[in-house]
């Protein structure tokens, strides 16, 4: 993983911080902190998450059509594996308790990302 030149990372704890604060998570703001690395997905994994420059790009289509909501999406996403861990003391990849947390920390008119996202776990 390489982290990509010129990237604001206190754009993404930002984010972070912003997402918690609006949830009933606050208590994590401290703990969880991110990088925008050259990846092809993001990562969670105890309290760092990892977030794909791709999805930061602020020409990345569905950033333009929604001033910068798909990447807000994308990091409440990975929170959300972290905070469901926390909550339920287990991993629960893409399960009913990773999707409780998403939908309470995740903001409304970006939930809709999560529907287009290709699951390639079984369970």
Request: net charge positive.
């Amino acid at each position: 993983m390489q982290k990509p030149n010129n990237i604001p990372q206190t754009y993404l704890n930002e984010i972070i911080i912003k997402i918690l604060d609006d949830s009933s998570y606050t208590q994590f703001k401290n703990e969880i902190r991110g990088n925008i690395m050259d990846v092809a997905r993001g990562v969670a994994f105890k309290n760092k998450i990892v977030v794909p420059y791709w999805a930061y790009k602020p020409h990345h289509p569905k950033n333009i059509k929604t001033n910068g909501g798909y990447f807000i999406y994308y990091v409440a996403h990975e929170l959300a594996h972290i905070i469901a861990y926390k909550k339920f003391g287990v991993a629960c990849g893409h399960d009913s308790n990773f999707y409780a947390v998403f939908l309470e920390i995740c903001p409304k008119e970006y939930q809709h990302f999560e529907l287009e996202y290709k699951k390639t776990e079984t369970y």
